[in-house]
């Protein structure tokens, strides 16, 4: 397979449009990255710090082939949660519950070396069995139109400046030559912000405070205060309250994998393979959690950009890791894109999410899932009411005692279990992304 369209080798722009498709997916990737210390009360530079090194990381064991970024993961917010109320019941501080809540992400970032040991053990072919078409294609739809919600509740703050920036990406994507046929997001963004700023829509006030240099790591933000303030019984519980996230994070990653390879039109899932980018995103989260920073996940943020301008190759992703680990160190670039208006982000995020549900839309049609099946039906529309219907029911999430698992999550969860208890009498095929049947 292959995908449509002119497909662009970073290699021919040049260094100076390299540069400037790293800044596009650092663009792409920060709204959501800074959201998640925001919501939680983890740093932001150390967000960033290790948004980009846990990349670098990824890439590095995952043989600097797949072109993906790495940011930080909304699927453990609800652990997050649990793990500071919890300690700051026992009298800790918000910042020491929050180390200890790092702590648990740690030891749930050692779950992918699990699986990752399990599916060099077994072969990726026998693993896969459990995920075919029919359950990938409606988690990956489901991964855009869960994150859509957000994307509008950003456009409602003003949809002048959201609709400016669809609008710019439209255009530049259609009608654009050259180098702005291929930075449509970062247009979009550039030019919705600047309209903001001439409307008065900014305040900037905050950015003259903020330092140009500084370092981001602070000791008590870390897990040596945790081991500085030991709590066994504590610790525990956090561990057992957070690792089991582990699986649905572990879900999310082969579905991120499956639309990262049916853009890219390469099956990344046998080359590097799913157990080398397993462990890639293991060693980011637990890495991250060390230091303070929010597990990272890959993002779909920059699989829509990909399939959008069509460059493909993962130096443009390094790039931008390093230009995040750069700005790390900048606490002044940090406040500039922290003022960004919310609707500038959601108009282009609201153009990203909905190509991760294309994405997954176009697998189903290309591995030609019959829909006719009603075997097949079911799996794909309980993975879909599940994953929609739990994010924006009443609570947000499904708790087990402790334990908040996501819509996605428990869509997976069930998608996978019907898949292997539901009897096919066509037997179970897995096709390769070229359509070669594998047993």
């Not at 390879?261 to 890495?287: C, I």
């Not at 790039?319 to 160190?329: D, H, N, P, Q, T």
């Amino acid at each position: 397979m292959e995908p449509q369209n002119a497909i662009y080798d970073a290699r021919q722009l040049g260094l100076p449009r390299m540069m400037i498709l790293g800044v596009q997916h650092l663009f792409a990737m920060f709204g959501a990255t800074v959201l998640v210390p925001l919501l939680t009360g983890l740093d932001v530079s150390v967000t960033l710090l290790f948004a980009g090194i846990g990349t670098l990381m990824f890439h590095f064991i995952s043989k600097w082939n797949v072109p993906a970024f790495l940011g930080s993961s909304f699927a453990f917010l609800g652990g997050y949660a649990s793990v500071k109320e919890m300690g700051m019941a026992q009298g800790l501080s918000e910042t020491l519950a929050l180390d200890y809540a790092c702590l648990g992400v740690a030891c749930a970032g050692l779950m992918y070396f699990v699986m990752a040991a399990l599916i060099k053990s077994f072969g990726v072919k026998n693993i896969l069995k459990f995920f075919p078409p029919v359950v990938t294609g409606p988690i990956v739809i489901a991964i855009g139109l869960v994150l859509s919600g957000s994307a509008i509740n950003n456009c409602q703050t003003n949809w002048l400046l959201a609709i400016i920036a669809i609008v710019t990406v439209i255009v530049a994507s259609v009608w654009g030559k050259g180098i702005v046929k291929i930075i449509p997001v970062l247009l979009g963004v550039i030019v919705s912000y600047v309209i903001a700023a001439c409307m008065g829509e900014v305040d900037f006030a905050p950015l003259g405070e903020a330092a140009w240099v500084g370092f981001p790591i602070e000791k008590d933000r870390t897990l040596w205060a945790v081991f500085e303030h030991s709590n066994t019984s504590l610790m525990l519980s956090t561990i057992l309250a957070v690792m089991p996230i582990a699986f649905a994070t572990i879900m999310e990653h082969i579905g991120d994998m499956f639309a990262i390879s049916s853009t890219v039109g390469k099956d990344f899932l046998a080359e590097p393979g799913l157990h080398r980018t397993l462990t890639g995103d293991g060693v980011a989260t637990a890495l991250a959690s060390i230091f303070g920073a929010p597990a990272n996940t890959t993002y779909g943020e920059n699989t829509g950009v990909l399939n959008l301008t069509k460059v493909f190759d993962p130096k443009v992703i390094r790039i931008a890791a390093c230009l995040a680990i750069i700005l790390a160190f900048c606490p002044k670039f940090a406040c500039l894109i922290q003022l960004m208006p919310a609707a500038t982000i959601g108009g282009v995020s609201l153009i990203l999410y909905g190509m991760i549900s294309a994405v997954g839309v176009r697998n189903l049609v290309e591995e030609k899932v019959d829909l006719k099946s009603s075997r097949n039906v079911f799996v794909a529309a309980l993975i879909l009411v599940l994953a929609i219907g739990v994010k924006y029911g009443a609570n947000d999430d499904i708790a087990i005692g402790p334990i908040h698992l996501s819509g996605l999550a428990i869509a997976a969860i069930v998608g996978i279990f019907l898949n292997a208890i539901m009897p096919d009498k066509l037997g179970m095929k897995v096709k390769s992304f070229k359509g070669k049947e594998k047993s």
